[in-house]
C-alpha cells in the first residue's frame, strides 16, 4: 500500500512539476507571513463530520513543519532570489520564546542556501524583531515604531481574596524554589520565587541582546542601551543600526531591484504552485516516530478544554494515550528512533511516572530523544530525564524538580454564605481530600511522607538518567526552574537547538546515514495497545469523530477533577505576561 501510494503521489508531483515550469509571470521574491503560535508539527486534519460539529469556519493553523517545508520549496527553486518577510502576530508570553527561536532558526537556514531574506515591519515588538534580526535587511516605514521595551512578567495573587472570601488555602511543598502554590498561599512574591523569575528573564534577555548583536554586527551594551530607550520611532532605529532603512512596502521592489528592472515581489498563494516539489518514496524510507505531550499531564487519556484555564491550560496529556503512542513507535519495525516532543509544565506525579516507564523501557531498544519545546518543567522535565538524549531551546522552561500538593478549603465560605455542610466519615484518611474540611495534623503528616517519596523518587530517576549521583542532583534541583541554556550547563539537557537538532540527534543514535533519505512521522495512538511485546503493528488509528466531539467537553471537566484530587503534583509555576 505505501509503494501504490507513493507511486500515485509521485505521478500527480510530476504533473505539477511539469506545469509549474511552464511560462509565467516572473518572480524574485516570495513574501511569507507569520502569524500565530506556530504548533511544531501539524495536527492531522479532522474528519469531516467532526469539523462541520466543532469549527467548519476555521482554518488550520500554520505550524513549524509547514513552515520549513515552505521555506525548503523555495530554497531549491533557482527561479526565486530570496523572501520578504512579514510579521504580523507572534502568539509569545515571557517563559514561552521557544519558538521564537525555532522561527529564527529556519530563516537562518534558508539564508545558507543563498536566499536573501529581507524584513519589512510596520512596527515590532520583541519577539517580532528577534525573529527578523535574522534577516539580511531590515527595512520599516517611517511612521513605524522600534518597540522593543523589554520582557516582563506579571502574577497575580489571591491569598487576601481568599482571606476575604473565607477559603483557607493549604499546600505544603517540598524545595523552596517550588512556587507554583505561591500565589495561593501568599500576599506577593517570596525571595525564591523573585530570584527565579529575575533568573529567567535575565538569561532570556541576555539570549536576545547577544544574538540581535551578533546578527546586526552591533556592541551588545549598544543593543541594551536602545532597549532601555525604546520605544524608537524608526529613523532612530535606523540611525542605531537596528534597522537598515525607512521605505514604504510599495517602495519594496525598486529597493530590491536594479534601476531599471525593479524585482517581482508576490505572496506565497500565487506563486506555490509554480515551484517544483521534491519527490519523495516512502517505502524505500526509514522513519524517526514523532510522539508529542503537550498541556498538562494527566492519568487516563488525552483531552481537549472549550477553554484554556489558568495552570493546566487548554490540553491535558493522558498517561495512557502517550503510553499507546510510545509503543506504536516502539512496535513499528520502519521507526528506527524516537523524538518525544514535550511541551509542558506537568501535573499528576502518578501519570508522569508511568510515561517516564515507557521512555526508559523503549530507548534499551530504539533511541529516544526528548525534544523540549517552550515548556518542559517540573512533570515535563520528568517525563523527559530517562530519555537517550534531551535538546531544547536556550529559553526553553524547564526543570522545577520539586513536588506540591494541597487543596483549597471553602468551610469558611460556606459559613459566610449562611450554608452547612455536614461531614461524616470513617476512616483517619476519609477527609483528606474534601474541601469542607481542613487537613488534621495527622493527615498533614501522611501528606509530607508521599510527598517526599515522590520527591526523592524523581531525583533518584534524574541522577539515573542524566548519569548523576542523587546529591549532585539535589543541589540544582529545590524547585528551581531553568532556561534550556542554564539547564544545559547544569548538565540537565544535552544539547540547545531546535526539532531539526532533535531529529539528527536521533538519527546519528540510530546509526542512519547522513546521506540516507528519512520520513519524519508523527506517531498517533492507536485505539488499544497490549502490554509491550516484540509485534508488529501500525502506528496509526483514527477516533470515532461524533462521539469525541459530544463527549469532550464533559471528559475535560473530568480530567480537571481528576488533576484536582491527585495526591501530590509535579507542576512548575506558571510564567504569564
Known amino acids: 500500500m505505501v509503494w501504490i501510494a507513493d507511486i500515485l503521489r509521485n505521478a500527480l508531483r510530476l504533473i505539477a512539476n511539469l506545469l509549474a515550469r511552464l511560462p509565467g509571470p516572473p518572480f524574485d521574491y516570495v513574501i511569507v507571513e507569520l502569524a500565530g503560535s506556530y504548533p511544531e508539527r501539524t495536527s492531522p486534519r479532522p474528519p469531516l463530520v467532526q469539523r462541520l460539529i466543532s469549527r467548519p469556519w476555521q482554518r488550520p493553523e500554520e505550524s513549524l513543519e509547514d513552515l520549513r517545508a515552505r521555506l525548503e520549496r523555495i530554497a531549491r527553486s533557482d527561479r526565486v532570489r530570496g523572501i520578504v518577510l512579514r510579521i504580523r502576530d507572534l502568539h509569545t508570553v515571557p517563559g514561552r520564546l521557544a519558538v521564537i527561536q525555532s522561527l529564527r532558526e529556519a530563516l537562518v537556514q534558508i539564508r545558507r542556501r543563498d536566499k536573501r531574506v529581507v524584513a519589512y515591519l510596520p512596527g515590532c515588538d520583541l519577539a517580532a524583531y528577534y525573529v527578523a534580526s535574522a534577516a539580511d535587511e531590515i527595512w520599516m516605514p517611517e511612521a513605524g515604531v522600534w518597540n522593543v521595551t523589554g520582557l516582563r512578567t506579571e502574577i497575580t495573587f489571591f491569598r487576601q481574596a481568599f482571606d476575604r472570601a473565607g477559603i483557607l488555602p493549604e499546600f505544603e511543598r517540598i524545595a523552596e524554589y517550588k512556587t507554583a502554590a505561591d500565589p495561593f498561599l501568599r500576599q ?300 544545559l550547563e547544569r548538565g540537565l539537557v544535552d544539547d540547545l537547538g531546535d526539532f531539526t537538532v532533535a531529529v539528527q540527534r536521533a538519527r546519528e543514535l540510530a546509526g542512519i546515514p547522513p546521506t540516507a533519505e528519512v520520513t519524519v512521522v508523527t506517531v498517533r495512538p492507536p485505539h488499544a495497545v497490549g502490554i509491550p511485546a516484540p509485534t508488529r503493528g501500525g502506528a496509526y488509528a483514527m477516533g470515532a469523530p461524533v462521539a469525541q466531539a459530544l463527549m469532550g467537553t464533559l471528559d475535560a471537566l473530568r480530567a480537571i477533577r481528576g488533576l484536582a484530587e491527585e495526591r501530590a503534583l509535579v507542576l512548575m509555576p506558571e510564567f504569564t505576561e
Open 188 to 487: 506577593g512574591l517570596s525571595q525564591h520565587h523573585r530570584e527565579v523569575i529575575e533568573s529567567v528573564l535575565d538569561s532570556v534577555m541576555e539570549e536576545f541582546i547577544r544574538e540581535v548583536a551578533d546578527a546586526r554586527r552591533l556592541d551588545p551594551d549598544a543593543v541594551r542601551a536602545a532597549v532601555d530607550r525604546a520605544p524608537l520611532v524608526a529613523e532612530e532605529a535606523r540611525t542605531a543600526g537596528l534597522i537598515d532603512g525607512l521605505c514604504y512596502e510599495d517602495e519594496l521592489p525598486a529597493r530590491l531591484g536594479r534601476p531599471d528592472r525593479p524585482a517581482t515581489v508576490l505572496p506565497w498563494p500565487l506563486v506555490r504552485r509554480r515551484l517544483p516539489a521534491a519527490y519523495r518514496w516512502r517505502a524505500r524510507e526509514t522513519a524517526i516516530g514523532v510522539v508529542e505531550l503537550i498541556g498538562s499531564i494527566v492519568t487516563g487519556e488525552s483531552r481537549d478544554l472549550p477553554l484554556p484555564l489558568p495552570y493546566v491550560g487548554g490540553r491535558f496529556a493522558g498517561s495512557e494515550t502517550i503510553a499507546r503512542a510510545l509503543r506504536a513507535a516502539e512496535r513499528h519495525p520502519r521507526v528506527r528512533a524516537i523524538v518525544f516532543h514535550v511541551d509542558s509544565g506537568g501535573g499528576s506525579a502518578l501519570a508522569s511516572d508511568l510515561i517516564w516507564r515507557e521512555v526508559d523501557r523503549i530507548k534499551s531498544r530504539k533511541p529516544v530523544v526528548a525534544f523540549m519545546g517552550n515548556v518542559a518543567g517540573s512533570g515535563g522535565y520528568y517525563v523527559s530525564c530517562g530519555a537517550s538524549r534531551i535538546v531544547a531551546q536556550p529559553t526553553t522552561i524547564t526543570g522545577s524538580i520539586g513536588v506540591v500538593t494541597g487543596k483549597l478549603t471553602v468551610r469558611g465560605l460556606y459559613e459566610r454564605l449562611g450554608l452547612n455542610r455536614e461531614v461524616v466519615a470513617r476512616g483517619a484518611g476519609a477527609t483528606l481530600e474534601s474541601p469542607f474540611q481542613p487537613f488534621t495534623p495527622a493527615q498533614l503528616d501522611l501528606v509530607r511522607r508521599q510527598m517526599e517519596a515522590i520527591y526523592h523518587r524523581f531525583v533518584g530517576k534524574v541522577a539515573a538518567g542524566r548519569s548523576k549521583r542523587p546529591d549532585e542532583v539535589g543541589a540544582i534541583a529545590k524547585g528551581r526552574v531553568w532556561t534550556g541554556r542554564q539547564a
